[in-house]
């Protein structure tokens, strides 16, 4: 049996943890957004220079991950050159996010474009609201309040960070887009109610299930993935579709693809993993030809290796 007080100390110390955390974000939030933009963006870059180079935090699985994926497609020195470029792409989209607050004040399409309105027209023609697959790919977080900002009404569906206080921030940042929230522990009603309302909810789709996800092909090798969007999908009829947003330069692209066209067979199981390897391909291709783009420190392919 543990001690009475050693949990008690545990307990403190992670509450001592928190406050600390969220002092410490509010800091950062407030000063990111004294910042101009480019400013801003160019302290994401040296935090990512620091994590990677410095710190290098994770920098042996995010390694170890590219020379999976790719084979001898780069040399060493080309694959550290990518793994830097995706620390600092990942910092920025971080940067980019507690900055939410001061861009909702400015006219977005100085900083984004988006090329696919064609089909976003096509899937609001349906009439029955969308679910939109995207991943840890580029300044997600931005690209939903860009589309928000567009007149498309956007929730995400969303998991508790243990932080309750940070998880308020981060929540709060979302609500100045209007985006909703659906939470995962609500996550079946939550989503049929809204794309029956016309809503387009927005899942992240590329991190490991483990037994809870099925089992697809991710860069040559099989990986336990999400079903949440193809089951959705399924059961509501609403269209899915992938979106993804891409840095070029100066700007960003949010690329809206077109519905994926699916008939199902009548097999459930057969029928999401249809579904889910299809839009996991989808993100292989963009991975593939945005290598920097992508959140490799993540341990993908733990379920499966």
């Not at 928190?18 to 801003?40: D, G, Q």
């Not at 569906?157 to 100045?176: C, K």
């Not at 099925?214 to 999908?233: D, H, N, Q």
């Not at 097999?267 to 290598?291: G, M, S």
Request: some cysteine.
């Amino acid at each position: 049996m543990i001690p009475t007080n050693s949990i008690m100390t545990v307990t403190t110390t992670k509450k001592i943890r928190y406050k600390i955390e969220y002092a410490f974000v509010l800091f950062l939030i407030f000063f990111l957004n004294l910042l101009p933009y480019r400013l801003a963006l160019l302290f994401g870059d040296l935090i990512g220079f620091l994590a990677f180079s410095v710190f290098r935090i994770r920098r042996k699985v995010t390694l170890d991950n590219l020379k999976n994926s790719f084979d001898d497609g780069y040399s060493d020195s080309e694959y550290i050159k990518i793994g830097a470029r995706s620390y600092r792409n990942i910092a920025r989209g971080f940067i980019e996010y507690g900055l939410l607050p001061s861009l909702s004040r400015k006219d977005l399409s100085r900083f984004l474009s988006i090329d696919g309105e064609e089909n976003l027209r096509k899937i609001r023609e349906l009439g029955k609201g969308a679910v939109l697959v995207t991943g840890h790919f580029g300044s997600w977080e931005l690209m939903g309040a860009f589309l928000s900002r567009q007149g498309w009404p956007v929730d995400y569906l969303v998991g508790e960070q243990h932080n309750l206080s940070v998880n308020r921030i981060m929540n709060d940042h979302r609500a100045i887009f209007g985006i909703g929230l659906i939470e995962m522990g609500v996550a079946a009603r939550g989503v049929i109610r809204a794309v029956r309302a016309g809503r387009m909810v927005c899942m992240l789709s590329d991190q490991d299930a483990g037994s809870d996800g099925v089992i697809v092909k991710f860069l040559g090798r099989p990986a336990s993935t999400p079903k949440g969007p193809a089951a959705f999908s399924l059961k509501t009829g609403a269209p899915l579709a992938c979106g993804f947003i891409v840095r070029t330069g100066r700007k960003q692209v949010v690329v809206l693809e077109s519905p994926i066209e699916f008939t199902p067979s009548g097999n459930k199981d057969d029928d999401i993993k249809t579904l889910t390897q299809a839009y996991t391909t989808h993100l292989e291709r963009y991975v593939r030809n945005y290598p920097d783009h992508w959140f490799w420190p993540h341990r993908r392919w733990k379920s499966t290796t």
